[in-house]
């Protein structure tokens, strides 16, 4: 049931109404069904995959818990064997962490674990090992195990307690606006939530149906309109080389984000209703002066996740420049294997690693001229006020970023290294800019009426972008604003989605993107 | 704070509590009454729709509590059955609820929308084989959509848009606007449409379509009839293959669709006749075993316990029909085909069943041997998607000893015609 078909916006509805009828107390119950109801909808297989992850954590989480309370009562005197409940607790950690990425590494790189065997096995002259079976990825597993995980991770560290209602827990792990696809939630977030169901709130119930209908138009009016004009020029490279390349990854940088920001903002427009915060996954990351800036703007959720539980476990930037750099590659090259089993993904994610290596060394530089410009002002007696950068620096750095980001998402559409290759060989094969002016975009399926909608779209993400870039709450100021103001944005939102969007027999409905993931 | 002015700010606050939800409810109510505006004239700027259903309905709403009989099926009823000759015969009122390429599921709601509103005394059942042909067909939208469209709001047209199709058609089956989105930006369409919809012609629900070849006209009299003065003439008998029949088995949505339309009359004690309205030769031998078509509706509604006639297999004596000037075109009667066709129908649905085998041939095999050679026309076989061949076939009541000349004169417009002698 993707959020983007009629089914959802049936099954939203009367999830809220009968959750709001129940009694608070077994509301989490009825979520829970409904939970896993949507979850079942892609297969009804992958439940028992959904369950074992969220038994697992369960049991693992308790039992680290009743271990450290053990160690604990040691310490004071009560036994005397505290180390050996430690070792017992950091056993027990480690098992469940281990059996849960075994699932999601059985599932997710198996078949990728084999080809790259047997590229190596092939360089010594063995014969490769067979495996003609076709594993099928579960939707959502790279999502809830993390979320799992994190949610165990928070226990043994002691940040949490252990949740004691095993349904509440497993509401936890699939709660169906952030099941499939996040974001990836804190235990400390949404666990806590879920203990305290809220009354019905109609300012949640303004906000979170204009985050449903926001991320409805991102979805079908930006980014499956953005993938017809890329698919073209993507399954079709050398048809279309140079600037055609150029403006499909460009238009794949917006389809990719407004894909993934339109489901986040769906989720947390679904969960607000039901008076649930979810965290916002995305902050106008395309307003960035950094690559690494635009990582902490980027899928929040996932950066946090690596942040909190690799990279500051790993040393973080507490052991040398050379350390932090390495730790940096690692981290990144972790995400883009997370994102998808292919030597693509990791390239991207290390390439990312390097962008924001270049950007520290860079970083370095700037800080030591700005030290010596400083002493030589000192000196000659200038204002020594530091100023920030002007306007066309900053524009500067923007385009920069974007245009590094968007290079990036080159090998993360192409899907296959060899392919990636191919068309950046296509990108550069031909000059042939003034495509870009004589209407030629025009013919890559999306005709000139529905790019002036497009391109108006993407203005009006921007304009939206550019509130939060400046920490302002988009949704907040406009519902801030007269009522006329806000029939006629509804209106025009609504009627853009019903006109505009990609839906019914003329389009195939396109799956969220990070669904694969 | 004084008193008076702790219990006026009580007040006040109370106020705006209860004042809250209606605020609520008012805006939800106002937004959905500018959305529905604003859907409405979206429609009138891009739905086109189908004239004819459209005057039907609007004819069928305005008759509302008086009509006796309906009459269901596809065009080959609103063209075939004149229900003034049948209201003069019978002493009844009779209405077509009919509608171009009426399908079935289309029917089972459309019964029920006619018995929702009237008291019905009986209701007629056209089966014209394209609509029930193939399973799949069942859902075509675009001719339920010219149903759903018309129809007054009331909760069997809630189940009808509901069963019409799978969630993913909802928004196109609600909000009618959103079907022609691909004709957005173009102008001259909306232009066109706009400037129909203003006419008074349009505004009044009258109907009437004059041909380009000035071949007679097409006109609504009110009670769901068109009558047509437009003749088949030789030089147009030319008839794309539309299906081959062999084999025919009612297929499980039709079927099931069909028994529904029987059980809700049963259990409303209304009886039901089911028939095939007459079609011009031409088409039915290019069907080429049309009898395997016949004979499993017949099986059926024995089956069900419901008369069937079949007017195709009608002798030619008591309806002497097979010639070009009663038909409009390969399917339709004309005016003097209605004109002759409907007292005879009549005659045979107010008749005992048993009485009746005598105008009835057993088999439209029969019915053609029955009738004097003839050279009906010429029909061009159903190809493979992509196969760029033609074969003409000629259909004709004899295998042998038939002579016939085909000529192919350009008329001057890139087309060319058939002379037939």
């Keep these: 049931m993707l959020f983007n078909t009629p089914q959802y916006l049936l099954f939203l509805p009367f999830v809220i109404l009968v959750y709001y009828c129940l009694p608070p107390k077994v509301r989490y119950i009825w979520l829970l069904i409904t939970s896993y109801y949507f979850y079942m909808q892609w297969n009804p297989l992958y439940v028992t995959l959904l369950f074992s992850c969220t038994f697992l954590t369960y049991l693992c989480g308790r039992v680290v818990e009743w271990l450290k309370i053990c160690a604990e009562r040691s310490d004071t005197g009560e036994n005397t064997d505290s180390e050996k409940m430690r070792r017992r607790q950091k056993l027990c950690f480690i098992i469940c962490i281990f059996l849960n990425l075994g699932i999601l590494g059985f599932f997710k790189y198996f078949q990728f674990g084999i080809s790259i065997l047997n590229c190596l096995l092939a360089v ?8 003609e079976h076709d594993i099928l990825l579960p939707v959502g597993i790279s999502f809830y195990t993390l979320q799992a995980l994190g949610y165990l991770i928070d226990v043994y560290r002691g940040d949490i307690y252990a949740e004691k209602n095993f349904l509440r827990y497993a509401l936890f792990v699939s709660f169906f606006p952030q099941l499939v696809e996040g ?3 804190r235990s400390k977030n949404l666990l806590v939530q879920l203990r305290k169901p809220q009354p019905f709130s109609y300012e949640n119930l ?27 020029v993507y399954q079709d490279s050398g048809a279309y080389p140079g600037f055609y390349v150029a403006a499909a990854t460009v238009f794949f940088s917006i389809q990719i984000y407004c894909d993934f920001y339109g489901y986040s903002t769906i989720a947390r427009g679904s969960a607000l209703i039901m008076g649930i915060h979810l965290m916002d996954n995305f902050n106008a990351p395309y307003y960035s002066e950094s690559v690494k800036e635009f990582w902490r703007r980027w899928h929040i959720s996932l950066s946090g996740w690596f942040r909190d539980y690799l990279y500051i476990p790993l040393g973080g930037n507490r052991k040398g420049k050379a350390r932090k750099k390495a730790n940096l590659l690692a981290v990144f090259a972790v995400s883009g294997l997370w994102h998808g089993a292919s030597l693509t993904y990791v390239f991207w994610g290390v390439l990312n690693g390097i962008y924001q290596g270049i950007e520290d060394v860079g970083e370095d530089i700037r800080q030591w001229t700005e030290k010596y410009r400083l002493k030589w002002r000192q000196m000659t007696g200038e204002a020594t006020r530091e100023k920030g950068p002007c306007f066309s620096e900053r524009l500067f750095r923007t385009t920069l970023t974007f245009f590094l980001v968007s290079f990036a998402w080159l090998f993360f559409r192409a899907g296959e290294l060899d392919q990636a290759v191919e068309i950046l060989g296509n990108m550069l094969r031909e000059n042939n800019w003034v495509i870009l002016f004589d209407g030629s975009l025009y013919g890559l399926g999306v005709e000139r009426n529905d790019m002036n909608v497009l391109v108006a779209s993407i203005l009006l993400l921007f304009v939206v972008d550019y509130h939060k870039y400046h920490g302002k709450d988009a949704a907040d100021l406009f519902l801030k604003q007269g009522w006329w103001f806000r029939v006629s944005g509804i209106m025009l939102l609504l009627f853009t ?8 027999e003329l389009y195939d409905i396109q799956q969220f993107i990070y669904f694969q993931f | 704070m004084k008193i008076e002015e702790k219990i006026l700010q009580g007040a006040i606050y109370r106020l705006q509590k209860i004042k809250q939800p209606f605020r609520t409810v ?6 959905l009454m500018i959305f529905g505006g604003i859907a409405h004239a979206l429609d009138q700027m891009f739905v086109s729709g189908d004239e004819r259903a459209r005057i039907s309905w609007h004819y069928f709403y305005e008759d509302a509590g008086n009509i006796d009989n309906i009459y269901l099926g596809s065009s080959h009823v609103f063209y075939d059955i004149d229900p003034t000759i049948l209201d003069q015969l019978s002493g009844q009122y009779n209405f077509n609820l009919a509608t171009p390429e009426q399908r079935l599921n289309g029917s089972y709601y459309l019964l029920r929308e006619a018995d929702r509103i009237n008291e019905l005394s009986h209701v007629y059942l056209e089966l014209y084989y394209v609509c029930n042909y193939s399973d799949t067909e069942v859902f075509d939208y675009t001719r339920n959509w010219w149903n759903t469209d018309y ?5 069997n047209k809630t189940a009808y848009l509901l069963t019409l199709g799978g969630p993913e058609q909802y928004i196109n089956t609600m909000l009618p606007f959103s079907r022609y989105r691909a004709s957005l930006g173009d102008w001259e369409q909306i232009k066109t449409n706009m400037e129909r919809k203003s006419q008074e012609k349009f505004i009044n629900y009258q109907y009437e379509e004059a041909y380009e070849d000035g071949n007679g006209i097409d006109i609504c009299e009110g009670q769901g009839f068109y009558k047509s003065t437009r003749k088949y003439v030789d030089g147009r008998k030319l008839y794309q293959q539309n299906e081959i029949l062999t084999d025919y088995t009612i297929g499980k949505r039709n079927g099931a669709y069909c028994h529904d339309i029987v059980e809700y009359c049963k259990k409303k004690e209304i009886p039901v006749t089911l028939f095939i309205s007459p079609i011009y030769d031409l088409q039915l031998i290019s069907t080429v075993d049309y009898d395997d078509y016949t004979t499993a509706l017949r099986a059926f509604a024995e089956e069900q316990g419901v008369p069937f006639y079949d007017f195709n297999l009608a002798r030619e004596e008591y309806l002497p029909v097979q010639d070009g000037k009663y038909f409009r075109d390969s399917g339709h009667l004309n005016q003097y085909g209605a004109e002759k066709f409907t007292p005879f129908f009549y005659q045979v649905v107010s008749g005992e069943e048993a009485e009746n085998k005598k105008y009835f041939c057993d088999s439209y095999e029969e019915r053609l041997r029955e009738s004097a050679p003839a050279v009906y026309g010429i029909y061009v076989e159903k190809v493979e998607e992509g196969d760029r061949s033609r074969r003409l076939c000629v259909a004709s009541n ?24």
């Design chain 1, 497 to 504: 989605i019903l006109l505009y969007g990609c839906y019914g």
């Design chain 1, 183 to 185: 974001p990836i939630e």
């Design chain 2, 151 to 155: 129809m007054k709001p009331s909760l």
């Design chain 1, 124 to 131: 010594i002259h063995v014969n490769g090992i067979s495996w």
């Design chain 2, 26 to 31: 008012a805006g939800l109510l106002a937004g």
């Design chain 2, 398 to 421: 004899r295998d042998t000893g038939m002579e016939y000349r085909i000529i192919l004169t350009p008329d001057g417009k890139r087309r060319r015609q058939i002379m037939m002698e």
């Design chain 1, 206 to 232: 303004r906000k979170g149906a204009l985050l449903v209908l926001y991320g409805l138009f991102l979805k079908m009016v930006i980014a499956d309109r953005a993938a017809i004009l890329v698919d073209t």
